[in-house]
Structure formats: C-alpha cells, structure tokens
C-alpha cells in the first residue's frame, strides 16, 4: 500500500507544483506521511516553508549554517521539549528545500488561552474579522468540532471545555493561513504549509480560511489517511499509508 500511495504522491506533484500554496496534511506520528511530504517538497521547490510545528520565534532561529545539521537544528528549536513526534521524521522536510524560508505558524500558551476566553484579535493582531473569527460558527459544525475535540481527547475532558478548545482550533486554523499568506506575500511563492489533516480541511479548516481572505490564490490540498480510511475535509488529494505503530492514546483513561 504505501508503494502505491507513493506512485500516486510521484505521479501529481509535477501538477501540484504550478499551485500559490500547496497544503500537505498528515497524522502526526506516521513517518510515511512525512517521508511523503518531502518528496512533495522536493518536487515543488517551494520558496518558503510553513510548519504548524513551529511559532514565529522558533523559525526566525533557523539560519542557513544550521539547514545541513539535523541535531543543531533540533537544538536550536528545542524540539525534544516541543511535544512533536522525533525531529527525524521532520527533519527531511526541511532538507528537501534548503534554500525556502522557514515560517512558523504555532500558537503559543498566551495566544491560546485568549482564544480560549474569546478574544481573537490580540493573538491575529487586529485581523481576525479578516479571517472569519469574528462571526460564530454554524450550529452543525460548532457541534461536530466539539465531538471531534472530546473523541480527541478520550472522553475524557468536561463537555464546558469544548467550546474554548473550539476556538483555540479555529486560531490555529486562522494562524496557518495568516502565515501562508504572509509567506507568499514575502516570498514570491509557491509555498507549501505542513499541518495536520484537521487544519488541512478544505471545508472548514485553513484552506477555508485562506479562500476567504485571498481567494485569488490557487491552493492545492493533500490529505494524508491510513489504510485507505475515509478522510473526511473535502480534500484535492487523499493518499494512503500503513498504520505508525503507536500505543492506545486512550489506554489510561481506561
């Protein structure tokens, strides 16, 4: 399976490369999925590089002498306490395009928790109503974003905390798409932003909010599943890849 998955990968993204931003989802932990994306990388060439994983003052840290040095580069980002899966299956990404600049799109604690409590415009710096924060969401989707947050996090949370995490989601989505524009913007383009499937979404993720912001760019939209899942977001592209072996998330709920 993942011998297809990345035939299908080789074979689109000579056609993936003539898009504004290209966005390249995936879960997480799967070394497939990233091993996919810097091939996709490679392909493009992309002039900058945006990664969720990262904030704004984590990628200002990556220089030119550190692009060849995976463990420096890792130092200089503290990967090891940033809570995302080993540097070495990031790494490749950004060795696939080393002269891109390198935009982070993190959201940190503080920013966090004003999205928590309501307050949009001081972490989008004023451009939130840009980026649609400034109007509440349809019941229906308001109501599948807080089911996806509880089976996210077990079951295991108070049904209160939904709504705040809501809006946390929805600033990262509106980060993203800030920083991809930002990064065009500076850059010239193409741009690829590395996320995870739920921000990739076309239907009501970064995409979305990007579309509403500039909808003159193109955008081109890879999902990334594992054996052949239904992946829900109305991406361009859905691609497939062998389970990461992990434990049960869920285990100590238990």
Not at 56 to 68: G, H, I, S
Not at 223 to 231: A, D, H, K, R, W
């Amino acid at each position: 399976m993942r011998s297809l998955a990345f035939a299908i990968f080789s074979t689109l993204s000579c056609a993936a490369s003539a898009q504004d931003i290209s966005v390249l989802g995936e879960v997480h932990d799967n070394p497939a999925h990233h091993a996919a994306q810097a091939e996709r990388v490679a392909a493009i060439a992309p002039a900058a590089l945006v990664f969720e994983m990262l904030t704004p003052e984590q990628a200002a840290r990556v220089t030119p002498d550190l692009r060849d040095d995976p463990e420096a580069l890792a130092r200089a980002l503290d990967w090891d306490n940033s809570g995302w899966p080993d540097f070495a299956m990031y790494y490749p990404i950004f060795a696939a395009a080393p002269a891109a600049r390198v935009y982070g799109a993190g959201v940190g604690r503080d920013e966090a928790r004003a999205a928590m409590e309501g307050g949009f415009d001081g972490p989008m710096g004023g451009e939130a109503a840009r980026f649609g924060l400034d109007q509440p969401l349809p019941e229906h989707q308001q109501e599948a974003r807080e089911a996806l947050q509880m089976e996210a996090h077990c079951n295991a949370i108070p049904e209160e905390m939904l709504p705040g995490m809501v809006r946390i989601q929805r600033l990262r989505d509106a980060m993203l798409a800030r920083t991809a524009l930002l990064a065009h913007e500076e850059s010239g383009g193409p741009v690829v932003v590395i996320t995870g499937n739920g921000h990739a979404r076309r239907d009501w993720g970064m995409p979305a909010l990007l579309a509403l912001a500039a909808p003159e760019l193109d955008l081109h939209v890879v999902g990334q599943t594992e054996n052949e899942m239904p992946l829900v977001g109305g991406f361009d592209e859905v691609l497939s890849a062998p389970p990461a072996q992990r434990d049960d998330p869920c285990a100590a709920f238990r």
